[in-house]
């Protein structure tokens, strides 16, 4: 139970027994909404319970505060309660509570701030699922780093959590990939033939030709063109396939899942899915095409599921990857971490998992919007159309995986960022990733030089804790519990950037106002006790990098 849920506990007794006294009318069933204030002179929790309660109860809701306040049971965690204007339940920690939760934290260790929301719910997050006719870009490196880090925080509040890679391996750009390479390949060999408009320029498949050229000579020159097309096809996408693999890992991402659309026409799935949406009457014929009925379940409008010529859109292909997911491995929830160019899939997807049976809550489609590269002031420019791209190992390699994940965190997933290349390699504390872990490597040296000193704090009395800096690096780590429960219901990992800053500043604050390592004869004890904390605030913080996925340093 998080310090959150224990005082709402205690507040809702109150209310309770205050309906029971005949103070507040009985019958009323209301969430006390704890907020932590700004302003520290407000106590650490404030509850607008009285302001809501006043509509209910026609009176004033400071008075309901000063009600209230006396029925809140004694407790070893609250140090006080009072009512405050407008009308306010203003609650603040016991000092000495707050000391002894340092124990808490370090018996806990790198499993501290777990909870159990997930109550062992299997969840599945399927991310970056990038088109494998060519490199990863910039966009795909943001949602790779928002999925991931939602799936740590998943796990992290109890879910079973699974992490799949779409692989659109089937359909029209697979079809022009595998001949935008056959193209390559002829010219690598010193044919002059021309490459189709509707081809994809990159470079990358002038060297990945190159390189098939050099492995198997001209033994795709021997054979019939459509079979040269359909094997270099073949070679193309696993070697684009290997060098998604490489990229994601070197971000530092890691996938339990590689789904391949082509198996859903191998194994007869799709088949399977087109036939129960005809049986529940969901497709019609319409001008040669298969459509699907989605405006009667909620779409705009109705979409093709199969065009004139006979070949399934890319959208019949994800009804029937979402059949597989949700019906046919039964995965309770499933989360699609898509980028805004899918925002117009989201309503017809809802559509078909409704027509395939599936409530509602269990499928989540996450968007997170576009990115735009700085070099201090000047933008960089990408266009894919024209070849020119900036991938996401180009953007890895240069500032680095942990600038890569702290950066595409620390904005919502609906808003547009703009990442400063320039700001993510400096060395300083203007750049957040430095300071974060600058303020590990910072709490690390304290400990080894403790180590170094023989200085053994395991029985530290944690009593002698006092000082305002002292328990506000105590109140800052008792946040992460609260904030995995938030993040694991709103999907919102930003919040977890900024919080590791938060939490770095309060250690920052404590250092400079604490001597922790003291020569001093006579304060033996203390430093023992804030080798205590130190240590808490190191188990803490890298529990913080770890669910970013980023690495916390001993030394920088």
């Not at 088949?271 to 040669?288: F, I, P, Q, S, V």
């Not at 990115?371 to 240069?398: N, P, Q």
């Amino acid at each position: 139970m998080t310090v959150r849920d224990h005082i709402t506990k205690l507040l809702i007794e109150a209310l309770r027994q205050a309906e029971l006294s005949g103070v507040i009318p009985g019958g009323i069933a209301e969430d006390p909404v704890l907020e932590r204030p700004q302003n520290s002179d407000h106590g650490d929790f404030a509850s607008s319970l009285p302001l809501k309660l006043a509509r209910l109860v026609q009176r004033n809701p400071l008075a309901i505060a000063k009600a209230l306040v006396p029925y809140v049971p004694n407790d070893e965690v609250v140090d006080r309660v009072w009512a405050a204007p407008p009308g306010f339940v203003n609650v603040s920690l016991s000092g000495p509570w707050l000391a002894m939760q340092v124990d808490r934290i370090r018996e806990a260790g790198q499993t501290y701030g777990d909870i159990d929301l997930g109550a062992g719910i299997s969840v599945q997050v399927e991310f970056v699922s990038g088109n494998p006719t060519g490199p990863l870009q910039v966009g795909n490196a943001r949602g790779a780093v928002l999925g991931s880090t939602l799936a740590n925080i998943l796990e992290a509040s109890g879910h079973r959590v699974q992490r799949e890679y779409y692989i659109n391996d089937a359909g029209t750009q697979i079809d022009q990939f595998n001949r935008s390479l056959y193209v390559r390949y002829l010219q690598a060999c010193g044919k002059d033939v021309e490459f189709p408009h509707t081809g994809y320029p990159g470079s990358y498949l002038v060297d990945l030709s190159e390189e098939i050229r050099l492995e198997h000579g001209a033994r795709f020159l021997e054979i019939a063109d459509e079979e040269a097309v359909s094997e270099l096809g073949k070679l193309g996408l696993a070697r684009m396939l290997d060098t998604i693999r490489a990229d994601v890992e070197l971000l530092g991402v890691h996938y339990d899942t590689w789904f391949s659309e082509r198996s859903l026409f191998d194994n007869g799935l799709h088949k399977k899915t087109m036939d129960l949406l005809a049986a529940n009457g969901h497709l019609k014929e319409r001008d040669g095409a298969t459509w699907f009925s989605s405006a009667a379940l909620g779409d705009d409008r109705d979409n093709v599921l199969v065009r004139q010529t006979g070949a399934p859109t890319y959208f019949a292909s994800d009804i029937a990857y979402h059949y597989d997911k949700l019906v046919q491995r039964g995965i309770d929830w499933v989360i699609n971490v898509w980028g805004a160019d899918h925002q117009g899939h989201v309503q017809r997807m809802n559509a078909a998992a409704g027509a395939l049976g599936v409530k509602s809550n269990r499928l989540t489609m996450l968007i997170y919007q576009l990115v735009t590269l700085k070099r201090g002031d000047k933008l960089v420019k990408l266009s894919k159309r024209s070849g020119d791209i900036v991938t996401m190992r180009d953007l890895v390699e240069e500032v680095g995986p942990d600038a890569c994940r702290f950066f595409f965190l620390s904005r919502s997933a609906e808003s547009h960022m703009e990442f400063d290349l320039e700001l993510a390699k400096e060395q300083s504390a203007e750049n957040p990733v430095y300071y974060v872990q600058y303020a590990h490597a910072r709490i690390a040296g304290i400990v080894r030089l403790a180590q170094e000193r023989g200085i053994a704090f395991a029985e530290g009395d944690l009593s002698l804790l006092s000082h305002e800096a002292e328990l506000a690096l105590v109140r800052k780590m008792l946040v992460l519990p609260e904030l995995i429960e938030i993040m694991s219901s709103t999907l919102e990992p930003h919040h977890l950037p900024h919080y590791a800053q938060e939490l770095a500043t309060a250690f920052h604050w404590f250092y400079q106002q604490c001597r922790v390592v003291s020569a001093v004869e006579g304060e033996e004890e203390v430093t023992r006790a804030r080798l205590k904390l130190v240590d808490a605030a190191r188990i803490t913080l890298a529990r913080c990098l770890d669910l970013m996925g980023m690495d916390a340093p001993d030394r920088m």
